[in-house]
């Protein structure tokens, strides 16, 4: 049991570290401006192209340092993480958790892998059964983390700290951190993070634009609470764009 919530956890600070991602959105497009200013012989659609290629690929380097980001958000993910390190060579599966918001299969390959680590789970004689108002509850023993199968078929992550993550069918991942921050990854190339005092940054990596209608973006839904484990946290509500 052990071993499959590890993954969990280590799904969970993944998540988080998507925050940099969208955090970091601005930054590609004002060094590109820069870029083609010193560059007079660039085309307009040359410019473009670099554009979106550097707005890309700043968001893949992010993207995949999701753990080192994540211990600045989560510290219990964090700890879960670290814990599972050592077990690597005995996890199926956590070297292929998916790291690249960028990737259009992004939010699938993330629900296959809580697919499967749950039922992995599923086979634990040590995994805590229970239920709550969205569906069934596997806890890991020692407390740190549980995770909802529900009855609509999303994966919903608690951890023993409040923060959390929901992975809906059609690819949807949202985490909150225990601040209060959220990240949210969508199938449409939408990324959007908040962090814990309401700003915004919200980025497109399927068309490299960049949006600042925060009032227009909606909180994601708060779950429902999980046996002795605290309250899940609710997400702040956007109130800025984010500076950078």
């Not at 996890?91 to 749950?118: C, F, I, N, Q, R």
């Not at 995994?127 to 009855?151: H, L, Q």
């Not at 609509?152 to 923060?163: H, L, P």
Request: charged share 20%; with cysteine.
């Amino acid at each position: 049991m052990k071993k499959t919530m590890a993954v969990l956890s280590l799904s969970l600070a993944a998540t988080f570290g998507l925050a940099a991602c969208s955090s970091n959105a601005k930054a590609p497009a004002e060094s590109q401006s820069a870029s083609a200013s010193a560059s007079a012989s660039a085309s307009a659609s040359a410019s473009s192209n670099a554009s979106a290629t550097a707005t890309t690929s700043a968001a893949t380097s992010a993207s995949t340092s999701a753990s080192a980001s994540a211990s600045a958000h989560a510290n219990s993910s964090s700890s879960s993480a670290k814990a599972s390190e050592s077990q690597k060579g005995g996890l199926s599966g956590a070297s292929s958790m998916p790291t690249d918001a960028t990737d259009s299969s992004y939010g699938p390959k993330v629900y296959e892998h809580y697919k499967e680590t749950v039922e992995e789970a599923k086979k634990d004689h040590s995994t805590k059964r229970t239920t709550n108002t969205e569906g069934n509850v596997y806890a890991d023993p020692d407390g740190s983390i549980a995770v909802v199968e529900a009855k609509n078929g999303s994966y919903i992550s608690i951890e023993n700290d409040g923060s959390w993550v929901r992975v809906t069918p059609e690819g949807e991942v949202i985490a909150v951190t225990e601040k209060g921050g959220w990240a949210a990854v969508k199938p449409n190339g939408e990324i959007i993070n908040v962090d814990e005092n309401g700003a915004a940054s919200i980025m497109n990596v399927k068309t490299s634009e960049i949006s600042d209608d925060y009032q227009s973006l909606e909180v994601p839904k708060t779950p429902a609470p999980v046996g002795d484990f605290p309250a899940p946290k609710t997400p702040v509500k956007p109130t800025s764009m984010a500076v950078n």
